[in-house]
């Protein structure tokens, strides 16, 4: 099984949006851009709003059906490990290792000389086209590397093999995911990854590092663009010669996580593909989710006063919701808007607030953040939420696919 040149995540928590976002991702094929749709979902999400990932799959083949898509396409078991992956194994296809826990955890005595003995084929050291500096390959480098990395990839081994012996050889994407950490991996960390999920045997065909700046949910990138752009290419370069090198897939490519809303770095993400002819997959899991909650705040009185509930709880809630993402939000209480201030917005206002258009002179990204995380309220709403959802499909809809479209898939390929 072989993932596409590129591939878009299209994250879906209450499952109800397949159909829109699948509609923005054809109107890229009309363009001449073949984007593979990607449904991802990730246990902690299922346990949130009480689903299971036979749901997500559900909902694709349904959306596919519907709309007469004849393309690849992928179900997500979106950062499993080995204590859920069993729970997504029947129905998905695509499975992103999440091992970036492991990150830094020691490795046995025989495991880094082994590593270690390993690379004395590589020489002394490596020219990678496209690098500033070759790569100088020292003892203390390697003890270095395989101090921090050797264990994250013995376990994503364990992950891909426990897999593989369910599903079989071939009928499977594997990704490595090393991004929830606080420091990025240089692309000489990338270097000696790729090397070791080599030697693992893990025939990955997307990798997510983390990347130098902030990636947090639902906003913009803040960082260095400059540097960004720097360390993308040297990661492009690296992977290429990953390929080439060690085996791994011809279409090894980089996974972006956090990856809507990133508008700052698409057009550089744009430009570096197509100047190496480089595929990309980009994950979106949460932006659908607010798209929801915008359309049904211009659907109506009713759609309205639930969009203000959630506000108001997530407010009431922000500690509680805000810790399992506390790695990737940073949200400035003092420019909360209060409750009593929210309740007297149009639909129009609260739209604009919570909409993520650049410049935009209502548009606030710590109302933004905080909405994003709020989705268990919502969850909690139960019938009344998803009720609201099917009564105004048509414009949530229009939300969904004007926004995946218009906003990212407009600046990640240039349309």
């Not at 991702?25 to 689903?51: C, D, F, Q, Y």
């Not at 826990?101 to 020691?106: D, K």
């Not at 270097?191 to 913009?220: H, W």
């Amino acid at each position: 099984m072989k993932l596409g040149k590129y591939s878009f995540g299209v994250g879906d928590r209450f499952g109800h949006q397949g159909e829109a976002q699948l509609r923005a991702l054809m109107k890229a094929n009309a363009k001449g851009i073949e984007i593979v749709p990607v449904w991802n979902k990730s246990n902690r999400e299922h346990n949130t709003i009480h689903s299971e990932p036979a749901e997500t799959r559900i909902e694709a083949d349904a959306a596919v059906k519907a709309l007469g898509w004849t393309g690849e396409y992928r179900v997500d078991a979106d950062h499993i490990n080995l204590t859920n992956v069993d729970r997504f194994v029947a129905t998905a296809d695509f499975f992103t290792l999440d091992v970036a826990t492991y990150i830094g955890n020691p490795s046995a005595t025989e495991d880094v000389e082994a590593f270690i003995s390993s690379c004395k084929a590589l020489g002394d050291e490596i020219k990678i086209d496209g690098l500033e500096e070759s790569i100088v390959i020292t003892d203390d480098l390697l003890k270095k590397v395989a101090g921090k990395f050797l264990e994250a990839v013995k376990e994503a081994g364990k992950i891909y093999r426990h897999i593989e012996s369910v599903k079989g050889k071939g009928k499977f994407i594997t990704e490595v995911s090393m991004d929830e950490v606080d420091s990025p991996q240089t692309p000489v960390d990338m270097f000696f990854i790729m090397k070791m999920i080599a030697d693992a045997g893990i025939p990955a065909q997307t990798f997510a590092p983390k990347f130098t700046g902030r990636f947090n949910k639902g906003v913009d990138y803040i960082g260095d663009s400059a540097q960004f752009a720097k360390e993308f290419e040297a990661d492009l370069m690296v992977l290429d010669y990953a390929v080439k090198h060690f085996g791994l897939p011809e279409n090894l490519k980089l996974s972006v996580h956090s990856g809507s809303d990133k508008f700052t770095i698409y057009p550089i993400m744009a430009d570096l593909i197509k100047k190496h002819d480089k595929g990309l997959h980009v994950k979106t899991a949460g932006t659908t989710w607010l798209e929801e909650v915008i359309g049904l705040s211009i659907a109506g009185e009713e759609g309205l006063k639930v969009a203000k509930d959630i506000y108001a709880k997530a407010l009431g809630r922000k500690e509680e919701l805000c810790a399992p993402y506390a790695d990737v939000i940073d949200i400035d209480d003092s420019k909360l808007p209060s409750v009593d201030e929210v309740a007297a917005w149009s639909g129009e206002k609260f739209a604009n607030t919570l909409r993520h258009i650049p410049g935009h002179a209502e548009y606030n990204p710590n109302f933004r953040q905080l909405i994003h995380v709020g989705y268990k309220v919502a969850a909690e709403l139960g019938e009344t939420y998803i009720s609201l959802l099917e009564k105004h499909s048509e414009i949530v809809g229009a939300c969904v696919e004007e926004n995946i479209y218009d906003r990212h898939l407009k600046r990640l390929f240039d349309l």
